[in-house]
């Protein structure tokens, strides 16, 4: 018997009684998820240390920008130009779609976007003043090799912000909206996981999202580790492994900050958050991990 799978179904009928209650409207529509995305940015940025202060009249590289709507939310703080790039070239090819529809003008003269082999093919070194990595470095398999490449692309000087989650977050399994359970890399292996997913995907309850095959089912079925999750690779990090990473780059300096729970979010837990700043029972206790990597200035 599969308790994973047992407190899943609990939780998902109960949401089907109450459709209310499902706060994962943001999955229904690629355009959805872009104008989450732009909406929620600005508050978020507010979280990378100082990134605020550095992007007006910056150029900005956005390194895994998915559908773009975080890379267009840049727009807002007075930057120069942003490239958003991509491995997923489906996904380049939607945020530009996307941009053109919904986006402003301004987004349309100040961002361009590329798929990585196309920006790669191109001149880019020491091209910007600013690299973010936005809830993507849990998704590479050399976070240190992604950092490196980001150095490359800054200027003297220049700074890398990322944001990300530890493997012990209470979402790191990226199932979140299938299996739903707090925590579940901690309390179960990813076998137990995966099963779950595959069996809540084939209820009559389940809602597909757009990410999802047809049937969702399909989507899972020789997926047998969470390393390999469709669609987004997991490195399974931990802030000590991201730590090290950081001090295995080409950068200078650098720091990383764990950040706490949200009051308004989250009441209970945000009355803890001195936990998170304590060695090793932070890694189960944040809500986002933050960096900031300098590059050296040559002068």
């Not at 047998?224 to 469709?230: E, G």
């Amino acid at each position: 018997m599969n308790l994973c799978y047992l407190i899943a179904n609990r939780v998902h009928l109960k949401r089907h009684r109450n459709p209310a209650s499902n706060p994962l409207q943001r999955r229904s529509s690629h355009d959805a998820y872009w104008q989450w995305q732009c909406e929620t940015s600005p508050k978020y940025f507010d979280k990378f240390f100082d990134l605020r202060e550095k992007l007006p009249d910056a150029r900005v590289i956005d390194i895994g920008c998915g559908l773009g709507g975080r890379t267009c939310s840049l727009v807002s703080h007075g930057i120069r130009q942003v490239v958003g790039v991509d491995i997923n070239q489906v996904e380049v090819a939607q945020a530009q779609e996307i941009m053109q529809r919904l986006g402003n003008n301004e987004m349309r003269d100040k961002i361009r976007f590329q798929a990585l082999t196309e920006f790669q093919a191109s001149s880019n070194k020491n091209s910007f003043d600013v690299a973010l990595l936005v809830d993507s470095l849990e998704h590479v398999k050399n976070p240190t090799e992604i950092l490196n490449q980001a150095h490359s692309m800054l200027r003297p000087g220049g700074v890398c912000y990322f944001s990300t989650w530890g493997w012990y977050h209470h979402q790191a399994s990226h199932v979140g909206s299938i299996v739903p359970i707090p925590f579940a890399t901690v309390f179960f292996s990813d076998k137990q996981i995966l099963d779950a997913v595959r069996r809540v995907v084939a209820q009559p309850y389940y809602v597909a999202s757009m990410w999802d095959s047809n049937p969702p089912a399909l989507r899972w079925q020789d997926c047998s580790s969470l390393h390999d999750r469709p669609g987004e690779y997991l490195n399974k990090f931990t802030i000590r492994k991201f730590r090290k990473a950081m001090a295995a780059s080409d950068f200078s300096k650098w720091e990383l900050k764990t950040e706490g729970f949200s009051a308004a979010s989250h009441r209970v837990l945000a009355c803890f958050n001195f936990l998170s700043r304590i060695p090793i029972v932070q890694e189960v206790y944040h809500s986002a991990v933050f960096g900031r990597l300098t590059k050296a200035d040559k002068s």
